[in-house]
């Protein structure tokens, strides 16, 4: 599949091929699936947690005696049956992601990105050189690109200073670096936009 390359203008300066072991395959839904649930179950953070009874302080002391008071017997004021005692089975501290083989992710990258690229949503520019960090300039950029109002991913390689700053006070536009693409943001986005050296390091990194 070929697709056209841009400058910053949004004029036609050539067209580039992309590589069909990474956007030219049949997409493996399933694949797809169980790496956006292991995705987004690492993102939690997992730090909530509630002491038990054994972690409550105090309550070393038996509050009152064992009989004669006509009250239920009692050991201990940190029981959970007890305002201020311990919590049964609350949440503890855990990490929710699990185990992927990295040959499952390289195949849900290469579905997501196959996806894309059979609904023509996938647009290259040759290079994003900004003089300075500009939101107005990345909305110029969308602009001439027919890309304004749309979610886009902007996948880029290298160190871009500015461009990160210049993207970030906008809801609809993410960057990221391309060797650290993830499925989730490229299924999220309406439109990818690659640099050309982000595209060819999508291809070395996801082939």
Do not use: W
Request: net charge positive; with cysteine.
């Amino acid at each position: 599949m070929t697709v056209t390359i841009y400058n910053q203008e949004g004029a036609q300066v050539g067209e580039v091929e992309l590589r069909p072991e990474v956007f030219g395959i049949e997409p493996n839904d399933s694949v797809v699936h169980q790496y956006i649930t292991n995705f987004l179950a690492r993102q939690r953070q997992g730090t909530v947690d509630t002491k038990t009874r054994r972690e409550v302080s105090g309550g070393g002391v038996k509050p009152y005696r064992q009989k004669g008071t006509g009250r239920a017997r009692m050991g201990t004021i940190r029981t959970p049956l007890r305002r201020g005692g311990g919590i049964v089975f609350g949440p503890h501290q855990r990490s929710y992601g699990s185990r992927f083989p990295k040959a499952m992710k390289r195949l849900a990258m290469q579905s997501v990105f196959s996806v894309k690229a059979r609904a023509e949503r996938i647009k290259v520019i040759d290079q994003i050189a900004l003089p300075a960090a500009r939101t107005k300039a990345i909305i110029g950029l969308l602009s001439a690109l027919e890309l304004q109002g749309k979610k886009c991913l902007i996948l880029d390689e290298g160190r871009n200073d500015h461009l990160v700053l210049s993207c970030r006070n906008l809801p609809n536009v993410t960057y990221c670096r391309a060797a650290l693409a993830n499925g989730y943001d490229v299924l999220n986005a309406d439109y990818l936009l690659f640099t050309r050296n982000g595209l060819e390091k999508v291809g070395e990194v996801f082939a």
